[in-house]
Nanobody, 125 residues
Framework: QLHLVESGGGLVQAGGSLRLSCVVS????????VGWLRQVPGKEGEGISCLSRRDGSTNYAYSVQGRFTISTDQDKTTAYLQMSSLMPEDTANYYCAAVYGYRSCVLDVNEYDYWGQGTLVTVSS
């Protein structure tokens, strides 16, 4: 059973940067695609980035492309989301998630089996 714990959220001014971390336990990400998803209360969740275990390829939502970068550490026990040029509309609860990886990763929130508890990112204008 994979267990995910996010950290790194907080309050930041527009234009600033944050790096979210997702520590994985129970197994490593060697066999799993990892994704970052976000949700504003009252709205549907949005998959914003993922990384495929199969070939290391990445995928980004248009809303974050060029501003956010997903990565993992060498041991595949921690995933990161580096966020730059943050905007107020990036304010949300951010979750890391994982699914057994056998194809290119997807941004569909319904495809992920394991979820962290989330970390709140608030961007002030």
């Amino acid at each position: 059973q994979l267990h995910l714990v996010e950290s790194g959220g907080g309050l930041v001014q527009a234009g600033g940067s944050l790096r979210l971390s997702c520590v994985v336990s129970g197994w490593t990400l060697d066999s799993y695609d990892v994704g970052w998803l976000r949700q504003v209360p009252g709205k549907e969740g949005e998959g914003i980035s993922c990384l495929s275990r199969r070939d290391g390829s990445t995928n980004y939502a248009y809303s974050v492309q060029g501003r956010f970068t997903i990565s993992t550490d060498q041991d595949k026990t921690t995933a990161y989301l580096q966020m730059s040029s943050l905007m107020p509309e990036d304010t949300a609860n951010y979750y890391c998630a994982a699914v057994y990886g056998y194809r290119s990763c997807v941004l569909d929130v319904n495809e992920y089996d394991y979820w962290g508890q989330g970390t709140l990112v608030t961007v002030s204008s």
